[in-house]
Antibody
């Protein structure tokens, strides 16, 4: 059974870069038909899609964050990563990684990590 | 960007009730809609995709309907484990967007 596990810096100073990794186990990140997403949730608020990397390596980012976001994949380690630069307090959130499955013209996030809390504070 | 309006934001109900949550799109998305359930401190879980297709393992008391701009999630007989927050999400276009969420609480 596929599992995802986020890890990374839990406390980031303003203006610095947030770095998170999502380790994939129980399956290959290079398998076709999947993309690998990042979603975040500020405290007490709703979900915001950050972006994804397709199994081929192509990426798509939320335009609201595009200038600050980089998502990459490390196939040798079966993991993918998120970097968010120039962070502010507004980037404080629980960050989730998720697998988006493509099936019959539908895309849905069917496997999620447990989430990791990132706080931006000096 | 496709905006989504979920209603109500808060729903108070009792075990055994039939509850309905609405999700309205700012433009038509055919049936490219998913529903997720999130419990406090947990990651969201997929309930429904393609507006009405139940994800494997999800109880049949959950159902989804709609197409175009108006969608509905129905829980036919609310159970104690269903008290949670529910989100709709469109995948018709980028960026993926979520509704604001509907919290289903115990009356």
């Amino acid at each position: 059974q596929l599992q995802l596990q986020e890890s990374g810096s839990g406390l980031v100073k303003p203006s610095q870069t947030l770095s998170l990794t999502c380790a994939v186990s129980g399956g290959s990140i290079s398998s076709g038909g999947y993309s690998w997403s990042w979603i975040r949730q500020p405290p007490g608020k709703g979900l915001e899609w950050i972006g994804y990397i397709y199994h081929s390596g192509s990426t798509y980012y939320n335009p609201s964050l595009k200038s600050r976001v980089t998502i990459s994949v490390d196939r040798s380690k079966n993991q993918f990563s998120l970097k968010l630069s120039s962070v502010t307090a507004a980037d404080t959130a629980v960050y989730y990684c998720a697998r988006e499955t493509y099936y019959d013209y539908n895309y849905y996030m069917d496997v999620w990590g447990k989430g990791t809390t990132v706080t931006v504070s000096s | 960007v496709i905006w989504m309006t979920q209603s109500p934001s808060l729903l108070s109900a009792s075990t055994g009730d039939r509850v309905t949550i609405s999700c309205r799109m700012s433009q038509g998305i055919s049936s490219y809609l998913a529903w997720y359930q999130q419990k406090p401190g947990k990651a969201p879980e997929l309930l429904i995709y393609a507006a009405s297709t139940l994800q494997s393992g999800v109880p049949s008391r959950f159902s989804g309907s709609g197409s175009g701009t108006d969608f509905t999630l129905t829980i036919s007989c609310l159970q104690s484990e269903d008290f949670a927050t529910y989100y709709c999400q469109q995948y018709y276009s980028f960026p993926r967007t979520f509704g604001q969420g509907t919290k289903v609480e115990i009356k």
